[in-house]
């Protein structure tokens, strides 16, 4: 698992790109003419101060015995001790 923090947030709010099955954080994300979305959030004036987070983790079919409550406590646990107040308002 790995976070790639594409910007700090500076208005409390972040916005986690997750991918899913079969891909990672880069194929799941990227448009094949190169055109990648979290950088589309980032470049947007809309989204100016919110962070910008992409959460990676194997999603291979050599993953094993890896579930998605593990995925859920892992994605918890890394953005919870960087970034996120994960408490809702």
Not at 5 to 31: C, D, M, Y
Not at 60 to 83: A, K, M, N, T, W
């Amino acid at each position: 698992m790995s976070t790639n923090v594409i910007r700090e947030p500076k208005n409390g709010r972040t916005i986690v790109f997750i991918h899913g099955l079969f891909s990672n954080s880069t194929t799941a994300w990227q448009n094949p003419n190169g055109t990648y979305w979290p950088s589309l959030v980032k470049d947007d004036p809309n989204f100016e101060g919110w962070g910008i987070v992409c959460f990676e983790y194997d999603a291979s079919f050599g993953s094993g015995d890896y579930s998605l409550s593990d995925v859920e406590g892992s994605l918890e646990q890394e953005l919870g001790s960087r970034l996120i107040d994960l408490q809702p308002e």
